[in-house]
């Protein structure tokens, strides 16, 4: 007899909350000095680890305040999936080829150019923190007040809001990395 796919489904725990022994440790926690900082009792925690219980918010900021985090960042990690596998999407801006894997928090690309080509889009100049790593040639970056030529094995990193431009002095490889910034307020 087959059984029922959604009664299974519902077996499955809705939050994954065994993260939360990953954070501990690396915090270098016993169950005893979190339960403490946290006024959650070691069996709460000890359920929570071993997902056997599902969290309250209530639980779940008393914990983060202990690890600088907020509960919906638990919530967050308990959520989540282990990894997240995507494909790169290729495409050309300026004179730079250009492949790109994109998550919620941050951008990679990779890029070439031959020398000359130039590269500026200040409509997608983000609140972000970007880093430009120079793999092969020359490449100079011009920011507002300032201009650095790179170098292969040299890398840079500043805030993508300001005006920048990048130019390839020798054909070139470069990897850049959007980090998105945490919420202000």
Same mark, same amino acid.
């Given at each position: 007899?087959?059984? &029922?796919?959604? $009664?299974?489904?519902e077996?499955?725990?809705?939050?994954?909350f065994?993260?939360?022994? &990953?954070?501990?440790?690396?915090?270098?926690?016993? $169950?005893?000095?979190?339960?403490?900082?946290?006024g959650?009792?070691?069996?709460?925690?000890?359920?929570?680890?071993?997902?056997?219980?599902?969290?309250?918010?209530?639980? $779940?900021?008393?914990?983060?305040?202990?690890?600088?985090?907020?509960?919906?960042?638990? $919530?967050?990690?308990?959520?989540?999936? #282990? @990894?997240?596998k995507? @494909?790169s999407?290729?495409?050309?801006?300026?004179?730079?080829?250009?492949?790109? #894997?994109?998550?919620?928090?941050a951008?990679?690309?990779?890029?070439?150019?031959?020398?000359?080509?130039?590269? @500026?889009?200040?409509?997608?100049?983000?609140?972000?923190?970007?880093?430009?790593?120079?793999?092969?040639?020359?490449?100079?970056?011009?920011?507002?007040?300032?201009?650095?030529?790179?170098?292969?094995?040299?890398?840079?990193?500043?805030?993508?809001?300001?005006?920048?431009?990048?130019?390839? #002095?020798?054909?070139c490889?470069?990897?850049?990395?959007? #980090?998105?910034?945490?919420?202000?307020?």
């Amino acid at each position: 007899m087959a059984s &029922d796919p959604v $009664l299974a489904q519902e077996a499955v725990p809705a939050f994954n909350f065994s993260i939360l022994r &990953d954070i501990r440790k690396r915090a270098d926690l016993t $169950l005893s000095a979190l339960s403490e900082r946290s006024g959650v009792s070691v069996a709460v925690i000890s359920k929570l680890e071993r997902n056997q219980t599902q969290a309250e918010v209530g639980t $779940l900021h008393k914990i983060g305040k202990v690890f600088g985090m907020r509960a919906t960042d638990l $919530l967050s990690l308990a959520e989540a999936p #282990i @990894s997240n596998k995507k @494909s790169s999407v290729r495409y050309k801006s300026g004179a730079f080829e250009l492949e790109a #894997i994109r998550y919620g928090n941050a951008d990679c690309i990779y890029a070439t150019a031959v020398a000359g080509a130039r590269v @500026s889009k200040p409509e997608i100049h983000h609140d972000d923190h970007e880093i430009c790593w120079v793999l092969k040639g020359t490449v100079r970056l011009d920011l507002p007040k300032e201009s650095h030529e790179l170098e292969a094995g040299q890398s840079i990193q500043f805030d993508a809001i300001q005006e920048h431009s990048y130019e390839a #002095i020798e054909d070139c490889q470069v990897v850049i990395v959007h #980090i998105r910034k945490d919420k202000r307020y």
